[in-house]
C-alpha cells in the first residue's frame, strides 16, 4: 500500500512468469522452472474460473480466498527454500528473487475482487499507441 490509502501498488503475475517460462524454453529437460509455473497456473485456473462463471467482484475475491491464498502459501514457501540451493545469477535464481522481492505487490490482487492478477489487458490496450509511437519517430 501506499501512503495514501486509496492507492494500491500491484504486481504483474505475467512478469514474474516470464523468468521461469524462458528457462523452460533453454532447459532440455524438466526443473525447478517447471514446478514454479505450476503453481502460477494454479492462480491463473482460477482467475479462469471466476470469469468463466462470470462470479462477481465479492465472489471473485471468495474464491481467491478459498483456492489463490493456500496456493500463494505453499509458492513463497518453496521459493524460500528453493533459493537456498539457487545461484542468484542464473535466470531460476533471478525468478525467484523476482517474485520474492515484489511478493506484497504480486499478492494485492487478492486484496478485492475487481483488482487483477496482471497487467496484461493494459498494455494489451496500450500496445497500438506504443508501437504507433514507435514508428511516427521511425520515420521523422
Known amino acids: 500500500m501506499d501512503k495514501m490509502q486509496s492507492i494500491i501498488h500491484l504486481g504483474c503475475m505475467t512478469h514474474a512468469r516470464r523468468p521461469f517460462a524462458k528457462l523452460i524454453k533453454l532447459a532440455k529437460s524438466k526443473g525447478q522452472a517447471d514446478v514454479a509455473l505450476k503453481w502460477i497456473a494454479q492462480l491463473y485456473a482460477v482467475e479462469a474460473e471466476a470469469r468463466e462463471n462470470n462470479r462477481s467482484f465479492e465472489q471473485r475475491f471468495e474464491l481467491r480466498q478459498t483456492k489463490s491464498v493456500p496456493v500463494l502459501l505453499q509458492l513463497k514457501s518453496w521459493l524460500e527454500k528453493i533459493k537456498l540451493s539457487t545461484s542468484p545469477q542464473g535466470l531460476l535464481g533471478k525468478g525467484i528473487e523476482y517474485m520474492l522481492e515484489r511478493w506484497d505487490e504480486l499478492n494485492h490482487y487478492l486484496l ?12 494489451n490496450d496500450i500496445r497500438p499507441f506504443a508501437v504507433g509511437k514507435y514508428y511516427l519517430t521511425t520515420l521523422i
Open 112 to 123: 478485492d475482487g475487481r483488482l487483477e492478477i496482471d497487467n496484461n489487458w493494459v498494455e
